[in-house]
């Protein structure tokens, strides 16, 4: 048997230890407009379909899921980015959805964002002294020691150079000019960080180095984040929940040990059976396949939305769409034939 329950209510364990949410996000949809058909018929993409789902201080919460899912939208309407279509995006108890731009300015010292491109995401016509301390100037914050001495000290935080102070984004590195990109992020004291694919985009060799930096600051600043990603590899390492989505849904979310070890919805398992295991190299490890392409998030499927795909499929799935429900692995999960489902004979 299941108990269906609201999606922000999963570890009762985290929420006691760590207090009231954060983040707390309600029901959240982005409908994009567009022109379709012969006539140019007004349709719209569905990229965030319904999401819910909580972050506390000091933790992190990997958003996985191919691309196109919808977790890079969800991650910039947090920092409004986007202006949600509906749905409920609350911080630290204040509403926070459809906040105008006075109520926006006073957010950003709380709310950043990391980009998936270190090389897009600078300009190029400014020197790294100049990105990295123009938070400082736009909110007119003048740090003790002036803010050449706060841009150097973050710098340095990161791990480069302070002196690097006068530099231009293309003399750097992927994996330095992403720092950098963490610099500016840090520069008004944040209390939660969407890192939106960050490390994607750099080296495998410099994967490591970027994650492993981004820990140490979580832990030495008490910063919370939405790590956004689609290698599951990498958030295992970072995140105490991950939530996965699948067609602007969110199909599962729990405990990071749960979720790796004993998944309950058939998508999360995919994904998981394609994570590359180094140890068993050679061995038949029970990749799964999944048929057909992603559905067009126009018209997403009936009922649940990973059927057309699911080799669990049966006609309750295309005339009755699953609620997010706790499951016997202890994860939430949206799905009326779950993996690793304890059978109870009557």
């Known amino acids: 048997m299941t108990e269906t329950v609201d999606a922000v209510q999963l570890d009762t364990g985290w929420k006691a230890a760590q207090g009231e949410p954060l983040l707390k996000v309600e029901n959240l949809i982005k409908h994009f407009p567009v022109r379709g058909g012969m006539f140019g ?14 972050v506390r201080p000091g933790e992190t919460l990997g958003l996985v899921g191919e691309s196109g899912c919808g977790k890079s939208t969800t991650g910039r309407m947090l920092v409004r980015l986007l202006e949600p279509t509906s749905g409920k995006i609350t911080f630290e108890g204040q509403d926070i959805t459809h906040a105008r731009r006075g ?6 010292s709380d709310m950043q964002i990391i980009f998936q491109d270190p090389y897009s995401s600078l300009n190029p016509r400014h020197t790294v002294g100049t990105i990295v301390g123009m938070p400082l100037k736009v909110n007119n914050i003048n740090p003790p020691g002036g803010v050449k001495k706060r841009v150097q000290e973050l710098l340095e935080l990161v791990g480069l150079n302070p002196e690097h102070y006068n530099r231009f984004p293309h003399e750097f590195s ?13 520069a008004l004291r944040p209390k939660i960080i ?17 994650i492993n930096l981004l820990r140490d600051l979580q832990r030495d600043l008490n910063l919370a984040f939405v790590f956004i990603a689609h290698d599951l590899a ?3 390492h970072f995140s105490q929940r991950v939530a996965v989505m699948y067609l602007g849904k969110i199909v599962e979310i729990g405990p990071r040990e749960q979720i790796y ?3 309950a919805h058939p998508y999360t398992k995919a994904l998981l059976s394609a994570v590359p295991d180094a140890t068993r190299l050679g061995e038949s490890v029970g990749r799964i396949r999944l048929q057909g392409d992603v559905p067009t998030p126009i018209n997403p499927p009936s009922g649940c939305r990973f059927r057309t795909r699911c080799w669990k499929a049966q006609d309750i799935c295309a ?3 699953p609620a997010l429900s706790v499951k016997e692995t202890g994860s939430l999960a949206a799905c ?3 993996e690793n489902a304890v059978l109870i004979e009557n």
């Open 103 to 108: 109520q926006l300015q006073r957010l950003r």
């Open 194 to 210: 969407v890192a939106d694919e960050p490390v994607s985009a750099l080296d495998v060799s410099i994967q490591a180095q970027v």
């Open 41 to 54: 018929s007004k349709q719209h993409v569905r990229a965030v379909d319904g999401v819910s789902f909580e």
């Open 174 to 186: 992927g994996g330095q000019r992403q720092r950098i990109g963490i610099a500016r992020s840090l």
């Open 234 to 236: 990498v958030v295992r």
């Open 261 to 263: 070890n004993r998944p």
């Open 336 to 338: 009326h034939f779950p």
């Open 319 to 321: 005339t009755q769409e």
